[in-house]
């Protein structure tokens, strides 16, 4: 991994130090009509995090950023269906369904298909699965959460706003992140899950 890769990592872990300076200081100067490009650019610095997160969990943890996700969100929330868990963490149902098998393949989960009505598969986790939830390193939702607290009220909810509506805005235009992750180099990773199905 190379040192340039590794900043997103650090702008999470040292809150308030050299990475806000780094914030301040990454974009020069641009006139409105550079705005779309500083945008883009911002989200591909914090889906490379993202990804850089996914990897550091695969390789010690030997689970990616969107397994533990899922596995978490069982675990938290008890038994439930793959639509229900789609919606929870923000997936489609393809690629959860590649998530899925490669949670069970680990036995991590165990699916069960309901006595009253055989379309119907329940999701849990396994023993293992709680295991490794219990020991697992806080998630990037914790590490973002603590470096929110470091900022005021208002930009907190600045931050969430702004975020919210590039979402819509994409939305708006048929350009759904999945689509956005699967024609981007620069994008692949904790996203591109669906890729190794």
Do not use: W
Not at 82 to 103: F, H, N, Q, Y
Not at 106 to 120: E, F, G, M, N
Not at 166 to 182: F, G, N, R
């Amino acid at each position: 991994m190379t040192e340039t890769e590794s900043e997103p990592l650090q702008m999470f872990d040292q809150p308030g130090g050299a990475a806000e300076e780094e914030i301040h200081t990454v974009y020069p100067e641009v006139g409105l009509a550079g705005y779309d490009l500083r945008i883009l650019h911002s989200l591909r610095r914090i889906i490379r995090a993202v990804d850089l997160h996914s990897r550091k969990l695969s390789m010690q943890h030997h689970i990616t950023g969107p397994q533990l996700a899922c596995l978490m969100t069982i675990s938290n929330q008890g038994p439930m269906t793959a639509s229900s868990l789609a919606k929870e963490v923000c997936l489609s149902p393809s690629t959860l369904v590649g998530i899925l098998d490669r949670l069970e393949q680990k036995a991590l989960v165990v699916r069960t298909r309901s006595h009253l009505d055989r379309r119907t598969v329940s999701i849990e986790t396994s023993a293992k699965g709680r295991d490794l939830v219990s020991s697992a390193p806080p998630s990037l939702q914790k590490k973002l959460a603590a470096v929110l607290q470091e900022l005021p009220d208002s930009e907190q909810v600045s931050i969430a706003l702004s975020l919210e509506k590039i979402a819509l805005l994409l939305e708006a235009d048929s350009l759904k992140t999945t689509t956005l992750v699967e024609t981007d180099p620069l994008l692949h990773g904790e996203f591109a899950e669906k890729k190794k199905t």
